[in-house]
């Protein structure tokens, strides 16, 4: 582990000379939010290091802490679904591991307030973007895996997502939006969703379509734009599930 060893005297000393954004870093604050004491705390500064910043970074910690994640969440999903196929466990899991779940968990620990970039990533909104955001959770992973082991990295990854995990459920991830709003509305005996194509722009080798889609679900028309008319029309049916989920949930 020459590497971390290295990296992690070459980071802390540069933080220590030269911070650009965060002055100080409550670092027992967000060990708290984590869940994890950290052995070696200078870990969790390379976590959280973009190589904006530095070259020494936490991409490396990024990398294993992916292959940790994908690991655990497949061991988890293998479990509880022991009648599906391979296919649909793929999809599963896809669905939990992607950029987009992983960065909505980055800002409810809010781990944007700990990132330590560089000044021109810092003031072109990097800490915002759901990349970065996705990149420093799993480097946080890593870092857990490196500081204390596969047992706790586990731990920390069934605790962040289990939100997820508890409310995970085959139709809502493997039907497609359409159909979800379809059934919704039939079950209520409601009217079928109507959707209109109200815009294209673009060349026709290059187009852009906002589709309108109008429910009962959702007190006025839902807008919706994409390159194909479908994936607009999926985007508008999502959006509608998303307020009748919250709705239900009240």
């Known amino acids: 582990m020459y590497w971390i060893a290295h990296a992690q005297k070459h980071v802390v000393a540069h933080l220590r000379n030269n ?21 070696d705390e200078s870990l969790l500064t390379l976590s959280l290091t973009h190589r904006s910043y530095s070259k020494l970074n936490n991409e490396r910690l990024e990398f294993l802490g992916d292959s940790v994640l994908s690991t655990t969440i497949a061991e988890y999903i293998f479990n509880h679904y022991p009648e599906e196929n391979e296919g649909i466990l793929s999809r599963l899991r896809s669905s939990l591991v992607k950029g987009e779940t992983l960065a909505d968990i980055a800002r409810e620990y809010a781990l944007s307030d700990y990132l330590i ?42 605790r962040i997502f289990k939100s997820r995990l ?62 194909t008319r479908r994936q607009a029309e999926k985007m508008a049916a999502t959006k509608i599930l998303e307020f009748a989920e919250k709705e239900n949930a009240r």
């Open 166 to 227: 508890d409310t995970l459920s085959i139709d809502k991830h493997l039907k497609d939006p359409k159909t979800r709003l379809q059934e919704i509305l039939q079950s209520k005996k409601l009217p079928l969703p109507q959707y209109v194509v109200i815009d294209i722009e673009g060349e026709s080798h290059d187009q852009k379509f906002t589709v309108s889609c109008k429910t009962k679900l959702y007190p006025e028309p839902v807008i919706a734009t994409a390159s």
């Open 117 to 158: 970039m560089g000044e021109g990533e810092l003031k072109s909104g990097g800490f915002r973007r759901d990349s970065i955001l996705a990149d420093v959770v799993e480097a946080i992973i890593g870092a857990i895996f490196v500081d204390s082991g596969m047992h706790e990295s586990q731990s920390f990854i069934l």
């Open 19 to 39: 911070r650009v954004n965060n002055t100080s870093i409550d670092y027992q604050r967000l060990q708290k939010k984590l869940g994890h004491q950290f052995a």
